[in-house]
């Protein structure tokens, strides 16, 4: 009976043939599996084109739970009250490459606060930068313009709405620190030709404060809060997430349509925990 059944079993065509074929093949083929840092990092990508930020994603940044931990870094000192946002050893004191912001904060000194991120696949990484002028919670984010630009104008060809990093770090400045810092490192070039400003200078300062909190950046040290020589004014300096690239500050605003922080995400820690 058996040996009935197998004689007029059908013979598959030639196109069934190649689709079993071809299936068979699909089924053998091992998957290719991404690193999870790989992972993370292209859904960041996406995060960080993003041109609305939400108040619930602020609020688990810098809220200290879980592997997430927030720290205040010291106080940037504005004299003039124009802020931009800036590479500082790339990029700040060029006018060419940075803007002043379309919104101006009242003179005096604010905190630098940083949400660190304890990742088990990316370590020790600032997610986030945040400096607060208002001790009141923002009611809503918008994207910061250039001087002389509003949101209406955003998304128009040649307004850019963000800041390059180059040398994997970051700072929220005032205009007149901006020009003052750009004079000392001019001066610091002109007496140490041929000299590297971060490895002749600032490496010793970021070991400093690395050694002073370990437990919150990377070995060789992620911030500072540093005077300009020969001034009274301060900023601080901080590493940018995962490193070089494009990002954008958020202004956060009350119902009063006052500034009450400004933010710079790095990084979505939720990719990364």
Same mark, same amino acid.
């Given at each position: 009976? $058996?040996?009935?059944?197998?004689?007029?079993?059908?013979?598959?065509?030639?196109?069934?043939?190649?689709?079993?074929?071809?299936?068979?093949?699909?089924?053998?083929?091992?998957?290719?599996?991404?690193?999870?840092?790989?992972? *993370?990092?292209?859904?960041?990508?996406?995060?960080?084109?993003?041109?609305?930020?939400?108040?619930?994603?602020?609020?688990?940044?810098?809220?200290?739970?879980?592997?997430?931990?927030?720290?205040? %870094?010291?106080?940037?000192?504005?004299?003039?009250?124009?802020?931009?946002?800036?590479?500082?050893?790339?990029?700040?004191?060029?006018?060419?490459?940075?803007?002043?912001?379309?919104?101006?904060?009242?003179?005096?000194?604010?905190?630098?606060?940083?949400?660190?991120?304890?990742?088990? %696949?990316?370590?020790?990484?600032?997610?986030? *930068?945040?400096?607060?002028?208002?001790?009141?919670?923002?009611?809503?984010?918008?994207?910061?313009?250039?001087?002389?630009?509003?949101?209406?104008?955003?998304?128009?060809?040649?307004?850019?709405?963000?800041?390059?990093?180059?040398?994997?770090?970051?700072?929220?400045?005032?205009?007149?620190?901006?020009?003052?810092?750009?004079? $000392?490192?001019?001066?610091?070039?002109?007496?140490?030709?041929?000299?590297?400003?971060?490895?002749?200078?600032?490496?010793? %300062?970021?070991?400093?404060?690395?050694?002073?909190?370990?437990?919150?950046?990377?070995?060789?040290?992620? $911030? %500072?809060?540093?005077?300009?020589?020969?001034?009274?004014?301060?900023?601080?300096?901080?590493?940018?997430?995962?490193?070089?690239?494009?990002?954008?500050? $958020?202004?956060?605003?009350?119902? *009063?349509?006052?500034?009450?922080?400004?933010?710079?995400?790095?990084?979505?820690?939720?990719?990364?925990?």
């Amino acid at each position: 009976m $058996f040996d009935f059944f197998k004689k007029n079993k059908k013979k598959p065509s030639a196109a069934e043939e190649k689709k079993i074929a071809e299936k068979e093949t699909v089924e053998t083929k091992p998957v290719e599996t991404k690193p999870p840092i790989q992972l *993370a990092f292209e859904k960041n990508l996406s995060f960080l084109r993003k041109d609305t930020l939400e108040r619930e994603t602020v609020q688990k940044m810098f809220e200290t739970r879980g592997s997430m931990e927030v720290i205040q %870094i010291g106080k940037t000192t504005f004299p003039g009250g124009e802020i931009v946002i800036a590479d500082p050893l790339v990029y700040l004191g060029n006018d060419r490459y940075t803007d002043l912001l379309n919104r101006q904060i009242p003179v005096g000194e604010y905190p630098v606060e940083l949400s660190i991120c304890h990742s088990p %696949i990316a370590g020790v990484r600032i997610a986030a *930068a945040r400096l607060k002028v208002r001790e009141e919670a923002s009611v809503r984010y918008e994207i910061t313009m250039p001087k002389g630009k509003t949101i209406e104008d955003y998304n128009t060809p040649g307004v850019l709405t963000g800041f390059g990093v180059d040398a994997g770090l970051a700072c929220f400045c005032d205009g007149i620190v901006a020009k003052e810092f750009d004079a $000392f490192q001019s001066k610091w070039r002109q007496e140490h030709p041929g000299g590297n400003l971060y490895h002749d200078y600032f490496a010793e %300062i970021f070991a400093q404060s690395y050694e002073q909190q370990p437990q919150v950046q990377r070995e060789g040290g992620d $911030f %500072i809060t540093w005077k300009i020589p020969g001034t009274e004014h301060v900023f601080s300096m901080f590493a940018s997430g995962l490193g070089d690239g494009f990002y954008t500050g $958020f202004w956060g605003l009350n119902s *009063a349509d006052e500034v009450c922080e400004l933010v710079v995400p790095f990084m979505n820690p939720e990719y990364f925990i």
